[in-house]
């Protein structure tokens, strides 16, 4: 049976792919996503740490190394692909509420 991707990407989802396009461990990934939201969106450590190895397991991220204990992450082609799909069922989104005067 073939393995079926996660369909939509909820915010926190596309904000941890999008800062991991350089290898972060955990409480980066939380800091820099606060960081270039401006606190919009935060991700919690529960949150995090549920979602890492969903990520890794649907080969969006990969564990590139750990340090101090500290498991570092990066994105991979697959999950950059993820992020360019999401950016587009997203500008449709946009597309659709100016044409009805959102």
Do not use: W
């Not at 939201?37 to 549920?50: H, K, P």
């Not at 991979?76 to 597309?95: A, C, V």
Request: contains cysteine.
């Amino acid at each position: 049976m073939p393995k079926r991707e996660m369909e939509v990407l909820t915010p926190q989802m596309y904000y941890v792919l999008l800062v991991l396009h350089q290898p972060m461990h955990g409480y980066e990934i939380m800091n820099e996503i606060t960081k270039i939201t401006n606190g919009e969106i935060t991700v919690g450590a529960g949150s995090l740490y549920t979602l890492l190895p969903k990520f890794e397991k649907e080969c969006y991220i990969q564990l590139v190394k750990v340090e101090n204990n500290k498991k570092i992450y990066q994105i991979t082609n697959l999950g950059k692909k993820k992020l360019q799909k999401e950016k587009e069922r997203m500008l449709k989104q946009i597309s659709l509420l100016d044409q009805i005067g959102g």
